[in-house]
T-cell receptor
């Protein structure tokens, strides 16, 4: 089944404790991205990747890192999480970076205490 | 800069009523793409439609229809004969041609369909 898989589904952590949210797609998509969803703000892009080893900042990149060492994986790293990073996170992918529809993962609800 | 506004934060209807979700966008580009996504209570995001700026024909898919009007920068979504399973948060989004695949989302409209 074609899908984008994120883990974990729920995560509770404390301020400053490094964490990684994994994302993997099995559709051989070139483009992958991360969004965060906050009430009333919709979804906002954090980082994106056009292809392996190519990543760039989205609208809200502060406090996040990403890497794209393999085509299928695009982990989101929070080196020192803070409470304002409490949010619902979505990984997404598409065949190419040409205004195509995005396939989204199931989301990761992160709470930073 | 691009912007998407969904002025209705919550809508409540009774089953079988028709309901329209409004979406107004701002962009300086002449080529852009508009999307609607559905987020049911389970949380995932489900793609509904993608439209490019040169295609102003309205589209119908079953009980769903979309009205794209460039003159008013709107891309409204209508559900005919709503059902309880339509209860969800609906997002309108915009992608400009040179923005790669970055979507700018509206704040979402929560639709509650009561039996």
């Amino acid at each position: 089944e074609a899908q984008v898989t994120q883990n974990p589904r729920y995560l509770i952590t404390v301020t400053g404790k490094k964490l990684t949210v994994t994302c993997s797609q099995n559709m051989n998509h070139e483009y992958m991205s991360w969004y965060r969803q906050d009430p009333g703000l919709g979804l906002r892009q954090i980082y994106y990747s056009m292809n392996v080893e190519v990543t760039d900042k989205g609208d809200v990149p502060e406090g996040y890192k990403v890497s794209r060492k393999e085509k299928r994986n695009f982990p989101l790293i929070l080196e020192s999480p803070s409470p304002n990073q409490t949010s619902l996170y979505f990984c997404a992918s598409s065949r190419q970076a040409t205004n195509e529809k995005l396939f989204f993962g199931s989301g990761t609800q992160l709470s930073v205490l | 800069a691009q912007k998407v506004t969904q002025a209705q934060t919550e809508i409540s209807v009774v089953e079988k009523e028709d309901v329209t979700l409004d979406c107004v966008y701002e962009t300086r580009d002449t080529t852009y793409y508009l999307f609607w996504y559905k987020q049911p209570p389970s949380g995932e995001l489900v793609f509904l439609i993608r439209r490019n700026s040169f295609d102003e024909q309205n589209e119908i898919s079953g009980r769903y229809s979309w009205n794209f009007q460039k003159s008013t920068s709107s891309f409204n979504f209508t559900i005919t004969a709503s059902q309880v399973v339509d209860s969800a948060v609906y997002f309108c989004a915009l992608s400009e041609l040179d923005a790669g695949n970055m979507l700018t989302f509206g704040g979402g409209t929560r639709l509650m369909v009561k039996p």
